[in-house]
């Protein structure tokens, strides 16, 4: 029975199936084609998402993306599971292009209260104060018509989140970047931002994220290199999680190119 399966797994019908089943269930590689998540995430990182991280999503085919079973749950997966929780890094469809995939960081669900102040993100979480007093230090929290927000909740712990200086509000860059109104987001969804949160592409302009549109999580970078091809050894088989402790104390990079990805 061994020897049979064996001689199936190796032969091109085997392959193809046991391939096909990893990327539809287990793992999918993914290359970072943008700046959005840097530090924490760089141009070049060719990773695996662990695709049973939130459930397992409806399988597709790999790039063409067509689902090859319907949706029978109407949320976007064959099995629901946990849900992305704030701070997470979160592999998801573009909800106004499910063919394209983003990553950026969950910084509020469904319940939360978001609103950007002078860059500054502020949160006020759907558990409410006393929650964000057992939760968050006096220094980070500030009182607002009776509620209490979370200033900039995220960067103590991921320091690969960072602003751009050189992007100021002088009317030339989008509004958002500096001030926004208070968002309430909508139960099952998400908030998403990138961790270069000035040059980001994210839900500050699109809306918030469905739980139907989540694919899963950062497993590991198999391979990374840079603009010149120049293999960056330090981050090979390496997990999201050790790579921003290694940037705990270090100067962020702050060349950055121009606009919003």
Known sequence: MIKKAYNWASSWTGTVIIV???????????????????????????????????????????????????????????????????????????????????VKRCVATGGDLVLIQNKNLLLHPSEGNDYVRKNYSKDQIIEVEDKLWVINPYQRKHPGIHHDPSVVNNGLAPAKLFNMLPVQVPKGEYFMMGDNRDHSNDSRFWGTVKYKYIVGKPWFIYFSWDKNKKIRWDRVFRKVESIEKDLIGKKIEINHEKGIY
């Open 20 to 102: 096909l089943v990893i990327i539809f269930f287990i793992a999918q590689a993914f290359v970072i084609p943008s700046g959005s998540m840097k530090n924490s995430l760089l141009i070049g990182d060719m990773l695996f998402v662990k695709k049973f991280s939130y459930g397992i999503p409806v399988p597709r085919i790999p790039w063409l993306e067509v689902p090859i079973l319907p949706d029978f749950n109407g949320n976007g997966h064959l099995i629901e599971g946990d849900k992305p929780q704030r701070g997470d890094i979160v592999v998801f469809r573009y909800p106004h292009n499910d063919k394209v995939h983003y």
